[in-house]
């Protein structure tokens, strides 16, 4: 069973393909708003995608009423998450995974992401997901 678990935003948004057993990222991104329905519908079909976790912000209820009927059609579930502290969680996860070269010495609590890196926060909101499960 695969997860897709997104970061709502205004112009842009993250996703994140997670495997519901052993939480591996399958595939992880980011898109705008405008492909939204498309973007969703190919990775729903590519990883047989059974539920869609939605972060509960920025345009969270927005999206979900323009992903619901897209969504029903395949029999995937729509599910809310809280986003609490996800930004925090996302950027911190992108500057560890990123730490290479220079950035290697530089704290990163000095380091700012050159980046968006709302994918890290569809990975984030995922594992929550499945930490109810």
Known sequence: MQILAIDPGRVKFGYAVLTADDR???CQGIAEVTGLVRVVQELVDRFQ?????????????EFATTLRAALEANHV?????????????????????????????????????????????????????????
């Open 77 to 133: 579930s729509l599910v809310p998450v809280r986003e609490d502290g996800s930004s925090r969680e996302g950027r911190h996860r992108f500057l560890q995974a990123n730490r290479r070269g220079w950035r290697r010495w530089v704290p990163l609590g000095l380091q700012s992401p050159w980046r968006p890196y709302d994918d890290y926060v569809a990975v984030v909101l995922g594992e929550r997901y499945l930490d109810r499960q």
């Open 24 to 26: 591996r990222v399958l």
């Open 49 to 61: 995608v059974t539920t869609v976790v939605i972060g509960d912000r920025t345009a969270g209820a």
